[in-house]
């Protein structure tokens, strides 16, 4: 299994990528929210990804936990610049289903 560390750095340079280009206007609380999630979100992600890279998951219930976490995704600043919950509901989407495409593409 490659290093989790190498994951994570991809994910954040990916992530971050994503919401700067979703919320062009605002991309400064994007890339806070992002980086707050990701950090929030570390140890699971870790977690859940060292149990698929053994097998004791398959992609399919690691996508079930990792969609779990679009409800923590808060973005608190994007919140309070005053986007609509179907936007940042998109954009949460998005985040889980680039989360899955990294780790599945690395393991």
């Known amino acids: 299994m ?13 992530i971050i990528e994503l919401a700067k280009l979703t919320f062009k206007n605002y991309k400064n609380e994007a890339e806070t929210d992002v980086r707050e999630f ?49 936007r940042l509901d998109e954009f949460k989407g998005s985040l889980i289903n680039l989360i899955n495409d990294t780790v599945f593409n690395f393991l």
């Open 38 to 86: 990701l950090t929030n979100s570390e140890e699971k992600l870790k977690r859940w990804t060292q149990l698929l890279a053994k097998k004791e998951l398959t992609q399919e219930e690691f996508a079930t936990l990792t969609k779990g976490l679009k409800d923590s995704a808060e973005m608190k600043l994007l919140k309070q610049a005053g986007l609509t919950k179907i």
């Open 2 to 14: 490659p290093e989790f560390q190498n994951i994570l750095t991809e994910l954040k340079k990916d």
